[in-house]
């Protein structure tokens, strides 16, 4: 098993910026991939973005490329996700995800465990 527990969310003003961590426990995850997702009020969660573990490569969404970085820590088991210029529409709560094979896949059903999530909420 794998404890995901997010932290960082909060308010912020349209322009500013967050970072948000995902601390993992439990089952050694060093050949696993990470993603972010987040749920707006009345819509489906979606992908943001995803990094392996092992190498480091990442993929976006393609409304978050150039605002929104992700990058891990394999020494402490902490994924982060750094976002900047946010936007109104990126208030949601954001979900920290892992997946037991490394391959980066965008989809809800491709990841096993999931965090409780944290609140962002951007304001104009």
């Known amino acids: 098993q794998v404890q995901l527990v997010e932290s960082g969310g909060g308010l912020v003003q349209a322009g500013g910026s967050l970072r948000l961590s995902c601390a993992a426990s439990g089952r050694t995850f060093s050949n696993y991939a990470m993603g972010w997702f987040r749920q707006a009020p009345g819509k489906e969660r979606e992908f943001v973005a995803a990094?392996?573990?092992?190498?480091?490569?990442?993929v976006y969404a393609d409304s978050v490329k150039g605002r929104f970085t992700i990058s891990r820590d394999n020494y402490v088991n902490t994924v982060y996700l750094q976002m900047n210029a946010l936007k109104p529409e990126d208030t949601a709560v954001y979900y920290c995800a892992a997946r037991i094979w490394s391959t980066l896949l965008t989809g809800n059903e491709d990841y096993q465990y999931w965090g409780q999530g944290t609140q962002v909420t951007v304001s104009s």
């Open positions: 990094i392996k573990l092992s190498g480091g490569n990442t």
